[in-house]
């Protein structure tokens, strides 16, 4: 079934706000879906450069959006501009889905943090009293720290830019135990020190994507320890050079696709009220990337 076929006034929008989305495999996913569900729902890629994004927001009801993904780079600056938040998009401070209400009024959710642990979860990881590595400190970060956290690990943050990570920090401090989180300035010596005992890293930079594919945070000269399990957040390519990196040293590897299916069904059920076929999903998103 063609997803775009019979396309009319009746046919409802949604769509993904970044700043680009030609990289964006969420129409495909999405399409997919509302074709095996039945449902005459539309997904859009919408370019929105960052100084027309506040513009963008009202845009969305006026046009008879019933919502939106957003993506890099503004998922934290678009929590500014929505009428309303949801708990986690609160305690995070970004944004990844907005539900435009009846009224007119947007709702600012994040389904990432969820997303992210339901991603490791369906491979058996048990992220509960770990400790974690967290590389980044943008809105990904934000979700994947606080998601961490929640449910009981303890978390270092690495960051190029310090203050940037201690601002992350700060922001989560009145949602989650202080004493779970810490931070680091990105360099190799840091970076050796709390691999050798950390259980997880998680890459969540745009570093390694594509078209840049051989780019990696960890340096060439650094062994990557057999015991640590690699999550890299980045989905093109599915193994960026992190992934082959711990794969080539035995250890686990958690790609970016369960994120990108799983952050993607939730977003679906905020908009239609119903579960999304997550294989149905998955299947769309590896085809997109066999194609390019």
Known sequence: ???????????????????????TFSPAMHNAAFAALGLDWIYLPLPVPPERLESALP???ALGFRGANVTVPHKQAVSRYVDDLSEGALAIGAVNTIVVREDGRTVGYNTDWRGFLASLEETGFDSAGRRALVLGAGGAARAVVYGLARIGAQVVILNRTLARAKALLEHLAPAVPSSALAVRSLDASALAEEAARADLLVQTTPVGMWPHEGESLWPDSLPWPSHLVACDLVYRPRETELLRRARQAGAGVVDGLGMLVHQGGLALQLWTGQAAPLHV????CVQALEVG
């Open 1 to 23: 079934m063609n997803p775009v076929k019979g396309i009319d006034g009746q046919t409802r929008l949604v769509g993904v706000l970044g700043w680009p989305v030609e990289h």
């Open 59 to 61: 845009g969305l009801a």
């Open 281 to 284: 999903m998955r299947a769309a």
